[in-house]
């Protein structure tokens, strides 16, 4: 190597060290992707206010409430929407904080609770023992953009059957719809939680008249 060629040499690593220290390459950290922000993450909650419920009956049975098993496409954290019948979606910065069959586990729970129709209200998985045991199936819960204004369509079906002969006591598919107040994720959640509180009502009444027969 000459010398002129070691001269440039140095001179060129002196000037990368340079704008190195200075900032001057900092524009190449542009070029670099973004990390993708967190998703916003939503619950399903109960707002029915809590009331004591009337002390049941000594005859009064106790059920075991099992956790609502899930249709395919919805036994996941993402917020369902629709644009078009059948094609389900999920929005890329929203979810839900669990999958919604297993935060409607406790409502559903509780909602049965506050009836006063049963001795104990237990959410199986339990060692103790029960007359009557709760089975759900979440069909669906999903925003559907089908139509203005959209709504969040809520279907349960539930199952009561009796432990000791595992005979079906009675059986019944709710299904709710809810007006969206706004077309965005939040409008979905918040009808999805009326929605909710819609359902529970009806499957508390249901439970409650099934098993006094």
């Known amino acids: 190597m000459t010398k002129a060629s070691r ?7 002196a000037l990368w060290a340079a704008l190195s220290a200075t900032g001057g390459l900092g524009g190449c950290g542009s070029l670099l992707p973004k990390p993708a922000p967190a998703p916003a993450q939503f619950a399903l909650d109960d707002p029915a206010p809590a009331r004591t419920a009337r002390p049941p009956p000594a005859t009064a049975p106790t059920l075991i409430v099992g956790t609502p098993r899930a249709a395919a496409g919805f036994d996941t954290r993402r917020i369902v929407y629709l644009r078009q019948a059948h094609e389900l979606e999920g929005f890329a910065y929203h979810q839900w904080v669990d ?6 586990a406790p ?9 006063g129709a049963f001795r104990a209200v237990l959410r199986a998985p339990t060692a103790a023992t029960a007359e009557l045991r709760l089975d759900t199936e979440l069909i669906r819960l999903q925003h559907e ?3 203005a204004p959209s709504k969040v369509r809520l279907t349960l079906r539930a199952v009561l059957v009796d432990v000791a002969t595992r005979r079906v006591l009675a059986w019944r598919e709710f299904d709710t719809s809810v007006p969206s107040a706004s077309e965005d994720p939040y409008g979905g959640v918040l009808a999805a939680n009326q929605a909710v509180s819609e ?3 009806e499957l508390a009444a249901f439970c409650a008249q099934a098993s006094s027969r």
Do not use: N, S, V, Y
Not at 99 to 104: F, G, H, I, K
Not at 107 to 115: D, G, P, S
């Open 199 to 201: 359902l529970l009502t």
């Open 99 to 104: 999958t919604p069959a297993q935060m409607l």
């Open 107 to 115: 409502l559903i729970a509780q909602a049965i609770e506050r009836t």
């Open 7 to 13: 001269r440039r040499l140095l001179a060129g690593t």
């Open 145 to 147: 953009f089908l139509a």
